[in-house]
């Protein structure tokens, strides 16, 4: 018989996400990862994790989807938006490395490489033996997911980690629900990992987007529970 192995993934619990650069102050508990720090902390502390992983967003000062540095990337034939005015959440089509087309929603700098901002938040239980995985550390590519870049061009470490460890069952929670938590939702899901969202771990940046994308997270047959 086989047995079931469970992992917890701990999507981004950084400063700048919770606190400081991309945080959503005074919004609902959906949106406020300051809500959600103790129910994750709750969640580490369960016996049942044969293991945890935390995840870091991990940019060069100089990333792509920083709105800021959207003057210095060469814009696609494609897109409707001039990178020289470009705003925070505005998405451009970029022509990077020769004629690759990179469609990219562009936000505040964030978790910049050893800055405040790239730190796990100080409230955060850090579970012993656990592991941290870092994405998005190529300029020129954003990488929401745990598992791939939004390209699917590189893969992190997190496949093999779970496949030394024999998982079966993939619970994920952190943020943003509608964008790392659920590209990294998906990404499990199509390696064929049972897959749950833990729900109010969770805090994310639009409501309204939330609603959209953990309704296609139930049709792709990913479990929603609550902590
Ligand atoms: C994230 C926007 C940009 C996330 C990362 O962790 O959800 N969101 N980079
Ligand atoms: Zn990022």
């Given at each position: 018989m086989s047995q079931n192995k469970c992992v917890l993934l701990v999507v981004d619990m950084q400063n700048d996400f919770i606190s400081g650069s991309l945080a959503m102050k005074d919004c609902p508990a959906k949106q406020d990862g300051n809500h959600t720090i103790h129910v994750v902390n709750?969640?580490?502390s369960l016996p049942n994790w044969d293991l945890i992983v935390y995840t870091k967003d991990w940019h060069p000062a100089d990333?792509?989807?920083?709105?800021?540095?959207?003057?210095?990337?060469?814009?696609?034939?494609?897109?409707?938006?001039?990178?020289?005015?470009?705003?925070?959440?505005?998405?451009?089509?970029?022509?990077?490395?020769?004629?690759?087309?990179?469609?990219?929603?562009?936000?505040?700098?964030?978790?910049?490489?050893?800055?405040?901002g790239s730190e796990l938040h100080p409230d955060l239980l850090v579970a012993n033996g656990s592991h941290?995985?870092?994405?998005?550390?190529?300029?020129?590519?954003?990488?929401?997911?745990?598992?791939?870049?939004?390209?699917?061009?590189?893969?992190?470490?997190?496949?093999?980690l779970l496949q030394?460890?024999?998982?079966?069952h993939v619970f994920v929670c952190g943020v943003?629900?509608?964008?790392?938590?659920?590209?990294?939702?998906?990404?499990?899901?199509?390696?064929?990992?049972?897959?749950?969202l833990v729900e109010d771990a969770c805090a994310g940046v639009s409501w309204q987007n939330i609603e959209v994308q953990v309704k296609k997270l139930v049709e792709k047959k990913a479990n929603i529970i609550q902590s």
């Open positions: 709750k969640l580490t990333h792509i989807s920083f709105v800021t540095n959207a003057y210095k990337f060469e814009r696609h034939e494609e897109s409707t938006i001039d990178p020289t005015s470009a705003e925070v959440y505005d998405k451009v089509v970029f022509n990077v490395d020769g004629n690759q087309r990179r469609e990219q929603v562009l936000w505040p700098p964030h978790c910049i490489q050893s800055s405040w941290i995985v870092t994405k998005g550390m190529d300029k020129h590519v954003d990488s929401y997911s745990a598992f791939f870049d939004n390209q699917h061009l590189q893969e992190t470490e997190l496949r093999e030394r460890n024999n998982i079966t943003a629900t509608d964008v790392c938590v659920n590209f990294t939702v998906q990404d499990s899901l199509d390696l064929g990992y049972q897959t749950y």
